[in-house]
């Protein structure tokens, strides 16, 4: 009776050693340090709980879109996190340093209420892991400088920011999928036709054909290359002799104006560009320095957890 029972006792031990081995009890593993299920579910109940008083309903198509966004989001913090707080403790710096303290001060002010803790709680985080975030940036940060030509450039890429305004054309378009129905368009266009009224009926762009084809001011940058480049070369008031071929099919294009660039007096407005050139220079050496950290990670995901393959 004692052998039956101690081998009983063994198949029990067996049985709940094996259910707690397949249970799991991280959500991803960084570097082999685990981040635990329960903080995963502790920050996603937050955000859910945060986003349903937002009017967010997860049991809706697209509830369960967003959600589904959320969680992949959400992992990818806890991931980044981890990484932050690792090289933290790794690099030894200094969590009081004042010029931390002073980060996460200028974050509290910019709190609409005030209430950081109630921020921390809809941001599903912690005041540990914004001292971590603060103490990366201001140690990777701190011997960033820029010279006078690494302002100078900030200026002319981003001269609008400053008063200036970007070159921009104001057109219209008809979007049809094959170039001899963009050639006959031309040829009716050339012969009186009304831009607008063959646009209503003709395009198969759904966001500007009611319009007539209105496209609005653009600047460069915002449409695609081939687009661009032929509404930027043509004059105001003139029909493309040619269709624009494009990936979304043939185009038709009207310039109706051409706003040619306006910019600032660089003189007056260098302070802030420094500032802002300066800004930009240290975030992305922040960004490069991070990138390389979840480059080079070992991560292993919970099997439930684990991202779909795209």
């Known amino acids: 009776m004692k052998k039956i029972t101690s081998l009983i006792l063994i198949f029990i031990l067996l049985a709940v050693f094996n259910g707690c081995a397949k249970k799991e009890d991280f959500a991803v593993k960084v570097n082999d340090k685990a981040v635990s299920m329960t903080t995963y579910n502790q920050k996603l109940n937050a955000i859910k709980t945060y986003l349903q008083k937002q009017g967010i309903d997860f049991n809706s198509d697209q509830g369960k879109t ?12 806890l991931i980044s996190n981890e990484l932050i707080s690792q090289q933290v403790s790794k690099s030894k710096w200094d969590l009081n340093d004042p010029e931390i ?12 209420d005030g209430d950081y803790q109630k921020w921390l709680d809809q941001q599903a985080t912690t ?8 103490a990366f940036t201001v140690n990777v940060e701190k011997d960033v400088t820029v010279t006078d030509q690494d302002v100078k450039q900030y200026f ?7 008063g200036g305004q970007e070159e921009q054309v104001k057109a219209r378009h008809i979007l049809v999928a094959t170039e001899q129905e963009a050639l006959d368009i031309i ?47 043509q004059k105001i008031g003139q029909v493309s002799d040619k269709p624009v071929k494009t990936d979304y099919g043939y185009h038709v294009i009207f310039v109706e104006d051409h706003k ?3 910019k600032p007096d660089f003189a007056k407005v260098k302070a802030s560009v420094q500032k802002d050139a300066l800004d930009y220079a240290k975030n992305q050496k922040s960004q490069s320095y991070f990138s390389k950290l979840r480059q080079d990670a070992k991560i292993e995901y919970a099997e439930s957890l684990k991202p779909k393959a795209s």
């Open 127 to 134: 005041n540990e892991e914004v001292v971590n975030y603060f």
């Open 260 to 262: 040619q660039a306006v």
């Open 187 to 233: 040829a009716q266009l050339k012969a009186g036709k009304d831009f607008a009224t063959l646009a209503k009926e003709k395009s198969t762009d759904t966001g500007s054909k009611d319009s007539g084809g209105d496209l609005g001011y653009f600047s460069r940058g915002q449409m695609v290359p081939a687009f661009e480049e032929a509404a930027f070369s």
């Open 66 to 77: 967003t959600l589904e966004s959320v969680k992949s989001d959400l992992l990818e913090n």
């Open 156 to 162: 002319d890429s981003n001269y609008s920011k400053y």
């Open 101 to 112: 303290a002073k980060q996460v001060e200028d974050l509290k002010n910019q709190i609409p």
